[in-house]
């Protein structure tokens, strides 16, 4: 797998059509741990120091920080120096610095996609496969009725993998736009039986979405999938790994 992610010390230059996407873990080596705590804002530090389990806080200080790490070796400054906005959803943004730069952050157990591009929208996510979660009730809440009716033509054994392609293909097209779940997860539908290639199949809000919009797969770690959502057709994907020190600072 780290053949398809190389160890990358410096970000590339951004490119539009183009969307970098690194990988990382969240277990990162004491010295690495530390530099990425520094780079935290205030408020960042008291929403680590609200988690209860050492791991959940440790996972999102690491994830802050690579994503400052990263976001100052793209835009030629110091990882400390970000502030932050919201959106009313949520999403973390830097529209009043750097309007053409996007970016979108997914962590989950101890696993991390960061994805950047520029001129236009990008979402990534990464899963962790669960089988108890890839339940057909659950896919009924979640999916839209075309995506149901996709899962439930499946043989037994392929359901679960199909689920969280589904899942995190969906999920990426959702970070893109930003809204969280209020979009409506029953307006669009992506495609992802076996076999089929990652794609938008449908979205109601936008006309020709289908055309304009790539979803593709990412090599993650075994045991999760994930996937990256951005509004270019076609698009070329860089992977890396940012590279993790590990003496002390
Ligand atoms: C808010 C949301 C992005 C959370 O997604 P999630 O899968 O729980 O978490 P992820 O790890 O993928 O993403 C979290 C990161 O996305 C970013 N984020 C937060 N709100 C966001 C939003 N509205 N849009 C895009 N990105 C957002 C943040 O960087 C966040 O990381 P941080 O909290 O450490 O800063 C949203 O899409 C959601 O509520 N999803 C619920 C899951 C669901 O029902 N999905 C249905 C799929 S079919």
Known sequence: MNDSWPETATPPALETNVGDVWLSSLDLPPGAFEECSSYLSADEKERAARFRFEEHRKHYAASRGLLRKLLAGYLNTKPENFAFSYNRYGKPLLDHLYP???????????????????????????????????????AERFFAPDEVDVLRSL??????????????????????????????LNKFAVAFAPDVPPALLRFELEPNAAKRWSICDLEVPQGYKGALAMKAAPIHVRRMRPAIRRESP
């Open 100 to 138: 053409e730069l996007s970016f979108n952050v997914s962590h989950s157990y101890g696993w991390a996609l960061f994805g950047f591009t520029m001129g236009t929208e990008l979402g990534v996510d990464i899963e962790k496969e669960r089988p108890d979660f890839a339940t057909m009730e659950i």
């Open 155 to 184: 043989p037994a054994d392929l359901r679960a993998s199909a689920f969280f392609h589904c899942w995190t293909r969906k999920e990426a097209f959702i970070k893109a736009h930003g809204m969280g779940l209020s979009m409506g």
